[in-house]
């Protein structure tokens, strides 16, 4: 069973800067993509970035495209997310997610293509 535990969220002032963590477990978590995605209040979950098995290959929603990082380490069976330049507009509860397709080349930015998902964590970002 894969559990995927995300860490690292919190309130913050806009302009500031958080990490994001996802700690996986019950799968080899290098041969899996990862994606990480955002519901806002009263908004539907949208995408944010997504990283390949391999960690070379990276893609990001406009929205947030050159202020946030996704990585990964796969000897630590954990994903990451750094943002930066942080605006209000980016509160939400931010879910990590694994698709569970092996050695996938491509780069998957839909929700439905992910079939494991983490808790979520808050982030807040005040004005």
């Known amino acids: 069973q894969v559990q995927l535990v995300e860490s690292g969220g919190g309130l913050v002032q806009a302009g500031g800067s958080l990490r994001l963590s996802c700690a996986a477990s019950g799968r080899t978590f290098s041969i899996y993509p990862m994606g990480w995605f955002r519901q806002g209040p009263g908004k539907e979950r949208e995408f944010v970035a997504a990283?390949?098995?391999?960690?070379?290959?990276?893609t990001y929603a406009d929205s947030v495209k050159g202020r946030f990082t996704v990585s990964r380490d796969n000897a630590k069976n954990t994903a990451y997310l750094q943002m930066n330049s942080l605006k209000p507009e980016d509160t939400a509860v931010y879910y990590c997610?694994?698709?569970?397709?092996?050695?996938?080349?491509?780069?998957?930015?839909?929700?439905?293509?992910?079939?494991?998902w983490g808790q979520g964590t808050q982030v807040t970002v005040s004005s």
């Open positions: 990283i390949s098995y391999t960690g070379i290959r990276t």
């Open positions: 997610a694994l698709k569970d397709v092996i050695y996938y080349t491509g780069i998957a930015s839909n929700h439905h293509e992910y079939d494991y």
